[in-house]
């Protein structure tokens, strides 16, 4: 299969201020699609016969390097612009605001949690919401990995790579994954994800 960029799901100022148009021309134009161009070059001569997403980067995870990276980056890319939404943030509402309860005690100390995932995981990487069977768990995960090769159900990721927010926030990635918490998570996403 071949991987193609998503249109974002949302206009690319829709965001803003929390997300601006410029971070988003150069994270999905640039940065993303590089990762789809390369990971398709790669493909090529691969081999790998997996059908979907999903599949495809348990296959590439086998097969590491290169290959591994790009294709796992264009899963946690297209998960991102999902996870991320003109009218999301704050408390959730539905299955997933209970699970939340039941596994975090508190939306607070969810969150609390899930900003210092962000903010520990030393270099660039991911922060997820993941459900491992009954019990929700923040895992982060360095570069390109995911949670999908841990056999774990992602929910709901935020990018801490210094391109997702540098040109918005600077140096100050707490301040980007508490914005991201306020203003940005697509409970909607994580309650579809919850099934
Ligand atoms: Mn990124």
């Known amino acids: 299969m071949k991987l193609e960029l998503p249109d974002l799901p949302f206009g690319k100022d829709a965001l803003e201020p929390h997300m601006s148009a410029n971070t988003l021309d150069f994270h999905h134009g640039k940065h993303h699609n590089a990762y789809v161009v390369k990971g398709n070059e790669l493909l ?8 979907n997403l999903e599949a495809l980067v348990i296959e590439a995870a086998k097969v590491g390097g290169g290959l591994f990276n790009n ?40 969150k609390k949690r899930f900003v210092a995932g962000g903010v520990g995981q030393f270099g660039s990487g991911w922060v997820w919401l993941v459900a491992d069977g009954d019990t929700l768990k923040i895992t982060k995960s360095a570069n390109a990995e995911t949670p999908l090769t841990d056999g774990l159900k992602p929910l709901l990721v935020c990018d801490v790579w210094e391109h997702a927010y540098y040109l918005d926030f600077q140096n100050r990635r707490p301040d980007f994954l508490t914005s991201f918490i306020d203003n940005l998570a697509n409970w909607d996403f994580a309650n579809h994800n919850l099934g």
């Open 71 to 110: 294709v796992g980056q264009h899963y946690n890319h297209s998960f991102f612009w999902n996870s991320i939404s003109a009218n999301g943030g704050g408390e959730p509402t539905g299955a997933i605001a209970d699970a939340i309860n039941a596994s975090f005690g508190s939306f607070e100390n969810f």
């Open 44 to 51: 090529e001569d691969a081999g790998l016969s997996a059908d």
